[in-house]
């Protein structure tokens, strides 16, 4: 079946501008996660949904970044007035919801969209 | 302190021996999960085991195996007969199991590149 599908795959942007960079989850996947990977460096945690519900946005590294999943399919990760230092890779991931007592449920990764602020 | 710790950024292996990635973890949540995943030149990530705290048996998934030593909080991924396609970024991360029941975000490493030579 289809994976996790980013877009768009490479974004250039001028300091100062808007990006929104698109996540599109395995069908059936309650669970959301944004990661941002910097060069040479492991994914860092940005934010989580379940469904459409942002329950965790305690990575998101300022008021400039802003995410979405409004009808808890496609997700949005929206970064106003970008600057150079958020030039990195960002991942999307989905898993099944996953309950305690059950076995794991592993992230499944989108290939990324690699961003950089000019 | 780093919740994981990959202190080799990177190994060499020739081709058809076994080698092993280093991992160690700190965490104080008594429920965990241990995972390492692949990522190659183009940039997905893609799982290849997984391990709990609380699990018995050290993981085996084909040619990969986890060497779990809960005590020592280290959970080393072990290749056996590598490939050349084996050549890529290797991630260790951690999950931590607060008891809500929901899905967690991964915490990850820095990763060790893996050079597999003829």
């Known amino acids: 079946g289809a994976g996790v599908s980013q877009s768009p795959r490479y974004k250039v942007a001028k300091r100062g501008q808007d990006v929104a960079l698109r996540c599109d989850p395995i069908?059936?996947?309650?669970?959301l996660f944004w990661y941002q990977q910097a060069l040479g460096q492991g994914p860092e945690f940005l934010t989580y949904?379940?469904?459409?519900?942002?329950?965790?946005k305690s990575g998101l590294p300022s008021d400039r970044f802003f995410a979405e999943r409004p009808e808890g399919s496609v997700s949005t990760l929206k970064i106003q007035r970008t600057q150079q230092e958020d030039s990195a890779v960002y991942l999307c991931?989905?898993?099944?919801?996953?309950?305690?007592?059950?076995?794991?449920?592993?992230?499944?990764f989108g290939p990324g969209t690699r961003l950089t602020v000019l | 302190a780093q919740k994981i710790t990959q202190t080799q950024p990177g190994m060499f292996v020739q081709e058809k021996e076994a080698v092993t990635l280093d991992c160690t973890y700190d965490?104080?949540?008594?429920?965990?999960?241990l995972f390492w995943y692949k990522q190659p030149s183009s940039g997905e990530m893609i799982f290849l085991i997984y391990?709990?705290?609380?699990?018995?048996q050290n993981a085996t998934e084909g040619r990969y195996s986890l060497n779990f030593q809960k005590a020592r909080k280290s959970a080393n991924l072990v290749i056996s007969a590598s490939q050349l396609g084996d050549s890529a970024m290797y991630f260790c991360a951690m999950r931590e199991d607060s008891g809500t029941g929901t899905a967690s975000k991964l915490t990850f490493g820095t990763g060790t590149r893996l050079q597999v030579t003829l």
């Open positions: 949904f379940q469904n459409e519900a942002q329950l965790d």
């Open positions: 391990q709990g705290s609380y699990d018995q």
């Open positions: 965490t104080s949540d008594p429920s965990y999960g």
């Open positions: 069908s059936g996947h309650v669970s």
């Open positions: 991931a989905s898993s099944l919801y996953r309950d305690r007592g059950k076995t794991y449920n592993e992230q499944f």
